[in-house]
């Protein structure tokens, strides 16, 4: 049986908690720029000062209305510390930095060091960096969804990498709209995947059918469509079964890009075995 990932972490004897602290700590750190030795500030303080140069800030002019406009609380020992406030601290702390290194330039030296510090924290934790328009995020990783990922157009390829991002366990609409972008590219290639596994084409268009994606299915006046079973389904079993079908169209995709590859092999075991 395939372990969650909190045993992962036991298993890997990762202290969440000290790794929290740590980056933490950076953020308050007192830091010096590289022309004056001995004239300290804190690392946040540089990052208050300097932020109406960050493009992302919207209207806020400092980090304190940035993080009163968006919620952003922080605390150095949180109620509720687990993998989730870990990345989204992780998350917050990058991005500035990245900021700082793009525009204060004085600071580029511990801006720098605040990052790998965070590339480290994620590796630790079996997590991975994406990136779009600028911002960084970080996903568990997923070999299936780096591999597809590879060979979609954009902006669909960073999305199949955000499906596995923590804030969209819920959110259902969300990786309903990822899902049907997939089944419409999946059908520009069905014949393919039904040439190379017809069980699997037939089980994922099936679903994307009747799991109240790509039609109405829990409408009880459109006959037609009606799913009785779905309709009342709850939506932490339906996100469930939305989460087994991103996997298979994973799956689906990586065997359609096996047929080529099987070609190759192919041709290859035939002039090995040639007398």
Known sequence: MRKNFAQVLKSAKID????????????????????????????????????????????????????????????????????????????????????????????????????????????????????????????????????????????????????????????????KAILLQLSNLLESKRKHLHSVNSALEDLIFYSFNNLNLRHNNVDETNKSKYKKFIAEMSQSNLENYYDELYQMCLLAFLEIEQIERTKIFNELKSKIEEI
């Open 16 to 175: 969440i908690e000290a790794e929290y602290k740590r980056l933490y700590g950076l953020l308050y750190q007192e830091v010096e720029h590289s022309n004056y030795i001995g004239n300290k500030i804190r690392y946040y303080d540089v990052i208050n000062e300097n932020f109406t140069a960050f493009w992302f800030r919207g209207t806020s002019l400092t980090l304190d209305d940035f993080n009163s406009v968006n919620e952003f609380k922080f605390y150095y020992v949180p109620q509720n510390l687990d993998i989730n406030y870990l990345v989204n601290f992780c998350e917050y702390l990058y991005n500035l930095s990245l900021a700082v290194y793009n525009t204060v330039h004085l600071y580029n030296n511990y801006a720098s060091f605040v990052m790998e510090q965070i590339r480290r924290v994620i590796e630790s934790i079996g997590y991975e960096q994406s990136q779009d328009n600028g911002i960084v995020i970080f996903v568990e990783k997923s070999v299936a969804a780096i591999s597809v990922s590879e060979t979609l157009p954009q902006p669909l390829s960073y999305k199949v990498i955000a499906y596995n991002h923590h804030s969209m366990r819920g959110n259902i609409e969300s990786k």
